[in-house]
């Protein structure tokens, strides 16, 4: 039986970190969760990308490896109301283990939603950002390609190193290629507005939690992954300027 209860804690904790959840809430609800469910000498620790957890004076233990995560804050909730569930004892370990398995059942978004909302997204950044209606016509574009981009990488368990830089590379080919076709086109606008959708916003939102709460290790994990990803996409930006003024230079 505390086999079976650590297993259902190691899953909480592993599905908060894989869908966005905060270090310090993973580890906080996989605490009373085992306090809970009568697992005694209960000792876990949380990175980013991992969990450590041991029960029973060390008889007992697990190790868990998230090696990514997206972000579904929805299932984030539906853990957390189970745990809350269990510590007032309106869930056994049977419940709290159905329950576990229809919050992992959330259907997600689909592909085509989501690269509405990145093209939608796009467009309304490149307003805010004082652009017209080219310039969020051309956002629009660019961010529906960007999430094409990231999907089909994605899919083919593509690096992301490479992904961000090729979605950011296209984004401003696309914007120079309309400003060849609409002279009046601010493109530093267009290009803008479209990559803010692949801003790391929640990645240093979290390191910078994650530090606060004294949370070292997994703070810097984050940041660094955050500036990795803003590095990625100044690099992929500089490569299509640089590619463009080489285009219209040979064809000069």
Not at 105 to 117: G, I, K, Q, W
Not at 204 to 223: C, V
């Amino acid at each position: 039986m505390a086999d079976r209860a650590l297993e259902l804690v190691m899953d909480c904790g592993q599905a908060m970190l894989a869908n966005g959840g905060e270090v310090f809430r993973a580890q906080d609800t996989m605490e009373i969760m085992a306090r809970s469910l009568g697992i005694t000498d209960f000792q876990v620790y949380v990175l980013t990308n991992g969990i450590f957890a041991s029960a029973k004076g060390g008889t007992i233990n697990a190790v868990r490896h998230v090696p990514s995560f997206s972000t579904n804050l929805g299932r984030v909730e539906a853990i957390n109301a189970i745990s809350r569930k269990v510590a007032d004892g309106e869930l056994d370990l049977s419940g709290a283990e159905c329950e576990l398995h229809r919050a992992l059942d959330t259907p997600v978004f689909s592909n085509r939603t989501e690269h509405l909302a990145s093209l939608v997204g796009s467009g309304c950044f490149a307003f805010l950002f004082g652009g017209g209606p080219a310039e969020m016509l051309v956002s629009c574009l660019a961010g529906a390609l960007e999430s094409i981009i990231v999907k089909r990488f994605a899919h083919h368990h593509m690096s992301r190193i490479f992904t961000d830089i090729l979605a950011a590379l296209s984004c401003t080919l696309l914007a120079h290629i309309a400003h060849r076709f609409y002279a009046p086109l601010n493109v530093n606008v267009s290009i803008i507005g479209a990559l803010m959708v692949l801003t790391p916003g929640v990645s240093l939102t979290m390191a910078i939690r994650d530090i606060i709460n004294a949370d070292y290790l997994s703070g810097t994990i984050r940041l660094f992954d955050a500036l990795l990803v803003a590095g990625c996409l100044a690099a992929g930006v500089s490569l299509g300027y640089l590619l463009m003024q080489g285009i219209m230079g040979v064809i000069a």
